[in-house]
């Protein structure tokens, strides 16, 4: 069974902070990860998407992947209001097509 | 460019009631999915199909059946809907690489 977990918060964060939310997952062949951001009664954004070890960087939002400790985690700095969400991470192996997703951790930034 | 439609919006459905929710993609992406989100279970895979002519069962496929005719439709029909059915329903494709999201169908059976 294919697992991803997060931390489920609420992650409170100050405006202009940098927010870190992390993801660990089960399956080892897993190749493909995504930051997905949903908003309130809204469908799942792709946000980002990370498919080797190291940074990935895009605008405020940097990616980091550690496959080795099988870890991935999403940065965003100069956390704005607008940011506050539920970030949903997922994977996916180079042999189906199916995706797995964690439960989410929402984030809230404060004015 | 539209994307990922899908219809309806919402739908207040009475228990017992046959149902299809629509969902069309104008990318031409091969891989397609239907989800339920229910608050403190995240999204849980009900059916997908990697091509046209194919499909596949996920992880919550009972009462739910869906074809694929076409590569830009997967309809999603509940044969006789239940109140546990009562959820927010995303379609989805894939390109192979990463997934992308409709905007929803909320159904809530009575």
Redesign the interface.
Known sequence: QKEVEQNSGPLSVPEGAIASLNCTYSDRVSQ?F?W?RQYSG?????IM?IYSNGDKEDGRFTAQLNKASQYVSLLIRDSQPSDSATY?C?V?DNYG???V????TRLSVLP | IAGITQAPTSQILAAGRRMTLRCTQDMRHNAMYWYRQDLGLGLRLIHYSNTAGTTGKGEVPDGYSVSRANTDDFPLTLASAVPSQTSVYFCASSDGREQFFGPGTRLTVL
Do not use: D, H, V
Request: net charge positive; hydrophobic share 30%; glycine share 10%.
């Open positions: 493909s995504f997905y809204k469908s799942p954004e792709l998407s949903l997922a996916k097509q199916n995706f997703f964690g439960p989410g």
